[in-house]
């Protein structure tokens, strides 16, 4: 875990706020986080890009997610900030799984966000609809089947952590699985591809 003191900044529509300080005028979207915690404070290009995505989608609202590799737990976080019923959020490490459920606690959410450290197979027969994985590439490559197969007819999968050379990889993997890609953000080295399952 990382110790790094951060300060309040502002992605799209959200402020992200270390605990204990005073929001900055005017504030966003508050979504608070521990000082010391997983990786995933929201300044990497591909956690931003997954916020503005999300801001943008009327459809999370009332919406039951998963989010898959959460870290911290910013995305699952802003989700609920957004409208979305309940997040189950997912992580392999340990300290991951500590940090997410120590944020969703800072942020009242403790009753939304289910805090899991496992693997993708251990929701096995869950569905959701919305899926949210800020995933290296070749995870999301070996997950697609269960990803999609996780995700309701109609729900939305934001998938990010994805290296631009490998971009075509994944809208195809995704696309033969019955995704249709709704919308993509090209960063300075990753990129982010929202899919709707069909």
Known sequence: MSGRIFTPFAIGPFTILPEDALPPEPCGIPLVL????????????????????????????????????????????????????????????????????????????EDRVLTVCGELNSLRGEQFDLLLANIYADLHLALADQMVAMTRRGGLLLLSGIPLQDKFDIQNRFARLGCRQLDMGILEDYVTILMGKG
């Open 34 to 109: 521990g000082r010391k915690g997983a990786f995933g404070s929201g300044e990497h290009e591909t956690t931003a890009s997954c916020l503005e995505m999300l801001a943008r989608r009327p459809e999370v609202r009332g919406a039951r997610g998963l989010d898959l590799g959460s870290g911290t737990g910013i995305l699952a976080i802003a989700a609920i900030r957004l409208g979305a019923e309940a997040v189950v959020a997912v992580d392999i490490e340990w300290p991951a799984a500590v940090s997410c459920a120590a944020n969703a606690r800072l942020n009242g959410m």
